[in-house]
């Protein structure tokens, strides 16, 4: 009788580590979801116009044995702005990142949101795991949280059935 009383105090507790830890990785991530998907809407009705950046630096990069050429573009707005960013990151020679020096390459700029970027893609597929992630956290919390109500029913059950054969 002690083993069992002792093991439903365990699951109990674990139940309620569980609910409490999960609850709190939920509201956690749901409010990163909430900040990306609030990012993805000001980004998506942005107005971006495409721009003429050039290519104005390379740099060299070494990976174990590999060796790669990174170009880089600087783009000046109309307000004065400078952005930097990289265009090509795995070029194969030298040869290559140099003929790319002072190329004109097309970017995206938006004066509103201030930024300067290669593409106007951008994916919701983060957005998406998080709101799976948070969906699981959900049903673990549900899980937890049924089985400790169904616990405590039986719980009390057996408390009233045992008082009365006494």
């Not at 900040?35 to 174990?64: G, L, Q, S, W």
Request: charged letters at 25%.
């Amino acid at each position: 009788m002690k083993n069992r009383e002792l093991k439903l105090k365990n699951n109990t507790i674990i139940h309620l580590l569980i609910i409490i830890i999960f609850t709190i990785l939920t509201v956690i991530v749901a409010w990163k979801v909430s900040i990306a998907y609030e990012d993805y809407i000001i980004y998506k009705t942005a107005k971006f116009e495409k721009e003429e950046a050039t290519i104005v630096e390379y740099k060299r990069y070494v990976y174990y044995t590999n060796e790669y050429f990174s170009t880089f573009y600087k783009y000046e707005s109309p307000t004065g702005a400078v952005y930097t960013g990289c265009w090509d990151l795995e070029l194969d020679t030298e040869e290559e990142a140099q003929a790319m020096l002072g190329k004109k390459v097309p970017v995206y700029y938006s004066e509103e949101l201030g930024i300067c970027d290669t593409s106007t893609d951008i994916s919701l597929t983060g957005i998406i795991i998080g709101g799976i992630v948070v969906c699981v956290f959900i049903l673990c919390v549900l899980n937890s949280l049924i089985r400790e109500i169904l616990f405590i029913v039986r719980w009390k059950r057996y408390k009233s059935y045992s008082n009365e054969k006494i």
